[in-house]
């Protein structure tokens, strides 16, 4: 008798909150929004595009074109302080300036996508468009694509949070 009634008022729990709408307002607790992705190659070709458009303004005399997206590294300091995709930005830069980047696409990444993806479903519960780079920085250095310091010098390095990834030889692998 105790098991019956125990398993009814699970089976009456779970359908209670299958039914209910707070799934959609816990987000992360539920499994949140779906989230687009976007591949290092679909990422390189809209910073090539950018920076090509800046080029050509800045031949023309005029200001380079907003772009429509906005690349952010959402890792700790002591990551970013090593390197950064070129023409990202960091989390705090992002945060500092909300206002800046309203109505373009944010495009977050960390070290695999994990950290990016738990932002992008913050951002998108906030209206926010958003794609999230799953792989992040590690497919990125997978695929031999440079890395800049914070004042954009070109730099091999790049911090892996663990030295259990493993990244082509080309690149320093900082992981303190």
């Known amino acids: 008798m105790i098991r019956k009634s125990w398993f009814g008022i699970l089976a009456l729990a779970i359908c209670g909150l299958a039914s209910h709408p707070a799934p959609a307002q816990f987000g992360g607790l539920f499994g949140g929004p779906k989230i687009e992705t976007i591949s290092t190659d679909e990422l390189q070709s809209l910073l090539k595009k950018q920076q090509q458009a800046a080029a050509d303004a800045k031949a023309a005399g005029h200001d ?25 930005i960091t989390k705090k830069q ?3 300036n909300l206002e800046g980047y309203q109505g373009r696409t944010v495009i977050p990444y960390c070290t695999v996508g994990g950290r990016s993806g738990a932002y992008a479903k913050q951002l998108a519960a906030k209206g926010v468009k958003v794609k999230n780079y799953k ?7 997978d695929a031999e694509l440079p890395l800049v310091t914070l004042d954009g010098k070109p ?9 259990r990834y493993k990244i082509p030889s080309k690149y320093e692998q900082v992981t303190q």
């Open 135 to 141: 792989g992040s920085i590690l497919k990125w250095v």
């Open 64 to 88: 380079a074109p907003p772009a429509d997206f906005v690349v952010v590294d959402v890792r700790s300091d002591a990551e970013v302080n090593v390197s950064i995709i070129p023409g990202a």
């Open 94 to 96: 992002y945060e500092a």
């Open 155 to 163: 730099t091999t390095r790049v911090h892996t949070y663990s030295d």
